[in-house]
Nanobody, 115 residues
């Protein structure tokens, strides 16, 4: 059974930091392109960052460049999202996604940033 389980969400003040983790199971994590997406209330789900397999360079949404860092540890079947200098507009439910060759989603974790 495929699972993606996110953790690390919570509340932070503007300017603070949070680190999200997503552990995959039931599939060959190392060959998958992985991504973090977010959905704020009343808005569509959007890409935050993605990291291909086998050491290829990650890409970021313009809104998080320079503040967020995506990384992965294939030995632990885990993808991370380090979020620094958080802003209130980063408030959303954050989802982990296994992007290719098949698509799997995690259940999401809430991030709330107060000003």
């Amino acid at each position: 059974q495929v699972q993606l389980v996110e953790s690390g969400g919570g509340s932070a003040d503007a300017g603070g930091s949070l680190k999200l983790s997503c552990v995959g199971s039931g599939f060959t994590f190392s060959i998958y392109h992985m991504g973090w997406y977010r959905q704020a209330p009343g808005k569509e789900r959007e890409l935050v960052a993605k990291i291909p397999s086998y050491g290829a360079a990650p890409t970021y949404a313009d809104s998080v460049k320079g503040r967020f860092t995506i990384s992965r540890d294939d030995d632990k079947d885990t993808v991370y999202l380090q979020m620094n200098n958080l802003k209130p507009e980063d408030t959303a439910v954050y989802y982990c996604k296994a992007d290719w060759p098949s698509i799997y989603w995690g259940q999401g974790t809430q991030v709330t940033v107060s000003s």
